[in-house]
């Protein structure tokens, strides 16, 4: 066995430690946000109801923007010169 075998083991063994904790994060992270969100584990009773989204993005996006005033773009209402 030479270096450049024993550099592929070990780039091999260090790219699936790297797998595997990349995984267990976001095994985690997917846990906690379902836990977060109220989620619901395999085999209990769904609600009947929407949860409304209270965070900063959808109270953002409730209100109502004023809406945009249209773009003259007829040539007879441009002021002559």
């Known amino acids: ?10 780039a091999a063994v ?8 990349v995984a267990l994060v976001v095994s985690l992270g997917v846990i ?3 836990r977060h969100l109220g989620g619901t584990t395999v085999g209990a ?3 009947t109801e929407w ?3 209270s965070g900063p993005l959808a ?8 809406a945009a005033t249209p ?3 007829d040539e007879a209402a441009r002021p002559q010169e």
Not at 1 to 10: E, G, P, T
Not at 14 to 21: K, M, N, R
């Open 71 to 73: 773009a003259q773009t």
């Open 14 to 21: 260090a790219g699936g430690i790297t797998g595997a904790l």
């Open 45 to 47: 009773p769904h609600a």
């Open 32 to 34: 906690r946000a379902q």
């Open 59 to 66: 109270r953002h996006l409730a209100h109502a923007e004023p």
């Open 1 to 10: 066995m030479n270096i450049f075998d024993s550099a592929i083991i070990i």
């Open 51 to 53: 949860r409304t989204p």
